[in-house]
């Protein structure tokens, strides 16, 4: 997961075996020809509709993972929509909810963090869609050898470690909360009644 100038330099794309590139912003096109690329047009807006997205962006990731490739995700600044792609993949290959996922890619990426408008559609993702997205990603392929569970399970044991020296360095017991940068939101917190 990165930004824009990130996916476009090839000696470090191939240093990490990079085969498929997700972008998400608002002028994605494919840059480099020996790629395979899905290419999301979306805005970072609070209001963009990224959730109608998720399931080809998860299959895309999904595939490409399972046929031995790598996937990098990236949007303009590897912050917001790149990260809420990686997030609703997780909760989809994991049983963890968006909150744990999101604390999992922080972990290895601190500054990451989706809009207020991406973390309500994570939530609906969670409460609405993600049993579903489950069991249409384990019927529609192969088993995943991968081990997500235990590997996001390692990281939210790592950002805990991390949260806790943040913590007792700066001896503020109300800072970890506000380090995280998620926002808790009680379900539909915008009143939004809209399906999109």
Partial sequence: MT??????????????????ILSVYNNAKPVLKDMTYLCIHAADASS????????????????????????LVHCL???SRSTTMVVAYLM???????EDCLSSVKAVRSFVGPNYGFQQQL????????????????????????????QVEALLTLYAEQQQKEQ??????????QAS?????PYNAYGSDSKS
């Fill in 3 to 20: 930004f824009t100038s990130d996916s476009e330099n090839v000696d470090s794309l191939s240093k990490n075996g990079i085969t498929h």
């Fill in 48 to 71: 963009q509709n990224l959730s109608q997205h998720f399931k080809e962006c998860i299959s895309f990731i999904h595939e490409c993972r399972l046929n031995g490739g790598a996937c």
């Fill in 77 to 79: 600044a590897g912050v």
């Fill in 92 to 98: 989809t290959v994991t049983n963890y909810g968006w």
């Fill in 123 to 150: 939530q609906e993702f969670q409460m609405k869609q993600v049993s579903e997205y489950r069991s249409w990603l384990q019927a529609s392929h192969q088993p995943s050898p991968f081990k997500e569970q235990e």
């Fill in 168 to 177: 007792a360095h700066r001896g503020d017991p109300a800072w970890m909360n």
């Fill in 181 to 185: 940068g998620v926002y808790p939101l």
